[in-house]
DNA sequence: TTCCTTGCCGAAACCGGTTTCGGTCCGCAT
DNA sequence: ATGCGGACCGAAACCGGTTTCGGCAAGGAA
């Protein structure tokens, strides 16, 4: 007559896992015969399969992964190795990308292992650890670099991964991107469009696939409309936002300095403003801006950064679709996505005020 | 005679681990012996654990965590679970953290298992998921609430936490702080030093419990130097940007606005910049601030934000190893730890040029 | 009818560890 | 000499799954 539940005082039994064991018992099968099924093999008859998944459902059973891992070797976790010494590049994008991640991971009962990585040996030895250990099934790569190192030690390794970014050879690999050149070719559409006639480029570090293919993109903007490229204009590159403003000194400096510059990253057009601030003129009339990313910061400056946005949480997603995908044998060559930047125009680009020539006049008056 | 290696143009064979079965054989032992020995039971001679050890140590024996977890239930992984719901609050730190987390937990053989959420419920169910599947042994909580669901719990699951932040009640709780309070009660004596009489206060979002420690640190900061405490002054509450922007501008349109704010986080502040744009004045100048946080943003601002910066790398270490000596049974209340945020002087304080009177004039004449 | 497949499932081995249970061997007290 | 308890280790069970192997019954061909 005592009621039950949490008044007994007690502490409430922990209420065991439901093992295979249990289910097999339930449904009177052996529980080799309850894996097969779950697991949908041919020797399984189609009505003892749906029995037994049916009753799995009901029963709320769940596949310990650790224990399958042991005899087949996969987990059903995926593994992602942050770099930490180079320049905090992927900072701003992390926490929308481990949620896309960890969103479709979790909705295939998939998980994520993260660890980090302070220097090139010591990134493929964390990553040799983690299949070693079984704590990852595969990976997905961040960052690709023109020709990454870490390709062929997982190729040597035997295990799967996922390129976030493509790379300079990327056969046989499977890829999300974002395809960065072709904002780069219409940011230069659209500033040819305003009026500009004289527009520069600053690029990313030259060992990141992306920065080359942001380059390619602007390069063939400039054809597109008719413009020569001299290499004073698209030299420049820069990660930081300190570079970024030493790379705009820079081109605000020549003779004939530029009315607009495309930026590869956003974080580097930042310290456009700053250099801007320091040579007194305004961002969005004596010179315009656009740039790509997206990060929050941009929103902040004033005026806003002009930028295409990548959208992380979508990136993630895909890339642990694609790679959960691979991880089950599909072919590298099948698992390829590419998708479009959005432009978020805010006020850092527009006509421009002065000429390139007034403009040079105006700065050197100023100093 | 054919050179042995990877000339043989078959794929070289992925090297087997060593496995406690090999160790064993090599040794001439069982197989339970060697366990036993490996994990120091007092059953086994000392002369033979040192025995066994010594040759795991030169085979490179490392055991399957997976195939000890489905025995003993562990498998050397932390847990961390993050909001994506919330307003972008952990975003500038993540990056730093993880890898004070993966450092930590690397050194020791363990690993980390992330996952996200997007609302309170399926908060606790991740959690929950995670230690039913074994992907978890305990959790880092971040962000701690006044009054945090997840301790109740995860204590009702029987797993082993630490909190990042103290909590309204942490009895019988392990945590890891940095001392916020104590940062803001010298914001105030600094900006009282550089002559400044009437200062406000802009704080976190009252759930948060690091939101009423640093509060009471401002009050207490007040009191110390004989300031009333007048509740205009410290009623404001803002996370974001454009809450920081404001709150500041509805300071300076009272009556008599603060010459200096001391603002709960480094976001919120970054908004008083954008306040004081619209109003015309300068920070540092006519309105001094000082913050908390230490994000990368408040070096690029113009002038260069003053702020409490908080080691994110240290705070993961210490978390980790925390949390792992927790799980290995340690009692949570000899598992406190707090660290002093670092004073980051930049541009942003300095003596007040107008008193709040004459701030108020200014102000209204600019309008 | 007989033989041979084929479909379907049970039993048992297996994965790589941990833990329990006994069984020697030894020293020591009786 | 006998009995006894403790130190130390081997053998086997166990954890929760997967996979191999073999057996039984039904169905088709001879």
Redesign the pocket.
């Known amino acids: 007559m005592v009621p039950a539940g949490r008044l007994g005082g007690g502490a409430t039994a922990p209420k065991r896992?439901v093992?295979?064991?249990d289910l097999a018992d339930d449904l009177?099968?052996?529980?080799?015969?309850v894996?097969?099924a779950?697991?949908g093999h041919p020797?399984?008859?189609e009505t003892?399969r749906l029995r037994v998944c049916r009753r799995a459902e009901a029963m709320g059973y769940r596949?310990?992964s650790q224990?399958?891992g042991?005899?087949?070797g996969r987990t059903r976790s995926i593994g992602l190795v942050l770099r930490t010494d180079l320049p905090n590049s992927q900072r701003p994008f992390l926490s929308d990308f481990l949620a896309g991640v960890t969103r479709r991971a979790s909705a295939e009962h998939w998980t994520l292992t993260v660890a980090t990585a302070a220097s090139e040996e010591e990134l493929l030895d964390i990553h040799r650890r983690l299949v070693e250990e079984r704590k990852a099934d595969g990976f997905i790569l961040p960052r690709t670099d023109v020709n990454d190192t870490r390709i062929e030690a997982l190729r040597a390794l035997g295990t799967p991964f996922v390129l976030f970014g493509r790379t300079g050879d990327a056969a046989g690999c499977a890829w999300f991107d974002i395809a960065g050149e072709t904002a780069m070719r219409q940011a230069v559409a659209e500033l040819h469009r305003l009026g500009h006639r004289r527009i520069a480029y600053v690029g990313g570090a030259a060992r990141y696939n992306f920065a080359k293919l942001r380059e390619d993109g602007f390069r063939s903007g400039l054809a597109h409309v008719g413009f020569d490229d001299p290499p004073e204009l698209r030299d420049r590159r820069a990660m930081t936002h300190a570079e970024g403003r030493a790379a705009t000194l820079w081109l605000l400096d020549l003779d004939l300095p530029p009315t607009a510059i495309v930026f590869a990253t956003d974080l580097a057009a930042l310290g456009a403003y700053a250099a801007a601030r320091d040579r007194g003129i305004h961002i969005g009339r004596e010179l315009s801006v656009i740039s790509y990313d997206g990060i929050p910061e941009g929103a902040y400056a004033e005026p806003g950064l002009t930028t295409y946005e990548a959208d992380s949480l979508h990136a993630g997603d895909r890339l642990a679709a694609l790679l959960i995908r691979r991880i089950r044998g599909e072919a590298a060559e099948d698992l390829r996505e590419l998708a479009p930047a959005k432009l978020v125009r805010r006020g850092s680009d527009g006509p421009p005020l002065l000429t390139p020539a007034n403009l040079a006049d105006r700065l050197r008056s100023a100093a």
């Open positions: 896992r093992t295979i064991n009177g099968l052996a529980k080799g015969t894996s097969r779950l697991n020797d399984i008859a003892t596949p310990l224990a399958q042991i005899r087949t």
